[in-house]
Each structure stands twice: as C-alpha cells, then as structure tokens.
C-alpha cells in the first residue's frame, strides 16, 4: 500500500486518506496474544470507497398533462457513479414502497405490481444497472415507475413526482417535477338573451 496515503496510524486504528476506488476491498486486523499462548484472532470488513454521480437524478416523462386513467411513465437517472445509486420514487411526498410474490418467493428489484395506498392503483416498478464501458467502469442507474392516474392523486390540480438517489449514508440528492391534471374544464353557460318589443300606438 502506497505510505503516502496512510495517516494518523498506530497500533490501535489506521486512517487512510485522499483513497481511489481501487482500494475497495476487504480489510483485516490481526490481534496476537503475548507469550506463553501466543493466540491468535483475525476479522475481516469490506470497505467500499464510492465515487458520487456525476449529477442529480435526472427525471423523464411522455408528457406533463394527463387525464384520468392515463398511464404515467416515467424514467429515473442516476448516472456514472460507484457503486450505482440507490433508486427511491415519491409521489406527492409518500414514498413508492413495494412487493413482488412470484411463486410464494418475494425476489429483489425486478418488474413487479407495487400498491402504495388506496391513491394509487396501478404501479409498475423496474430498476436496471448499466455500467460504462470506458476504463472507469462507473455505473448508471436507471428506474422506470408506471402508474395509473386517478383523480385524487392531484391535489388542486397538481401531482409531485419525485425521485432520490443514495449511496449509503454518504451521498443523497433528490430531483423532482411537477405534472398537472388535465381535467375537462366547465364550460359558461349563458342564458339566452331576451328580445325587448317596443310598440307605437
């Protein structure tokens, strides 16, 4: 390991500073018990050193209008980071939480139904990872939401969809926008004119 970026050391704790990636890895101490017995104890950790995304998640979307039972679709992107961001969508402020059962087995992120609450009916729920093919090899996550709009997911006309991303404890950035309902607007109605008749004697 390069001395340079050992710091602050002693029996007892090393600190590493100004780390690369590259010293991702597994970590270990050894603890020796003095003579006669002379035993032996060692534990291993993995560190991860991340790199954060290049920027805050980025939302997509078909449109910004919708009518009552339009299919939203929208995509997520959290791109070239390590290891890939974690993926979190809101709506209206209430996190997206989900499930998947597919033979009595609940699985990991995948396609899956998700049911938030009684607003949303429909959700459909899929994350991928993408990883550059440059010497780098950061890595992109992507999440597609789906869901069926209702009208009590607009308050006064306005839904709040939002994404965060997170590398653990150390990076956190949230992107959100704002769609609108496209509702049938009331149209005036006027009462027919009344046509005055003036008579000469």
């Not at 704790?13 to 100004?18: A, E, F, G, I």
Request: net charge neutral.
């Amino acid at each position: 390991m390069n001395k340079k970026i050992i710091s602050e050391s002693d029996n007892k704790s090393v600190t590493l500073r100004s780390v690369q990636r590259q010293l991702t890895g597994y970590y270990e101490c050894e603890v020796s018990a003095d003579a006669p017995l002379f035993d032996t104890d060692i534990k291993k950790m993995l560190i991860i050193v991340t790199e954060k995304p290049e920027t805050s998640p980025f939302i997509n979307v078909e449109k910004t209008k919708y009518s009552e039972g339009d299919i939203i679709k929208a995509n997520c992107t959290s791109y070239k980071g390590y290891p890939a961001a974690n993926l979190t969508w809101f709506i209206n402020n209430q996190e997206v939480t989900y499930f998947v059962l597919l033979n009595d087995i609940y699985l990991p992120i995948a396609e899956i139904i998700i049911i938030t609450n009684k607003n949303v009916k429909i959700v459909k729920y899929f994350t991928q990872i993408i990883v550059s093919d440059t010497a780098e090899r950061l890595e992109t996550s992507r999440s597609t939401l789906e869901l069926l709009t209702t009208s009590n997911l607009f308050s006064k006309g306005k839904l709040t969809l939002s994404c965060e991303a997170t590398q653990f404890n150390l990076y956190r950035k949230r992107t959100e926008i704002n769609l609108l309902e496209d509702a049938p607007q009331l149209a005036h109605v006027l009462s027919p004119a009344r046509s005055s008749s003036h008579s000469s004697t």
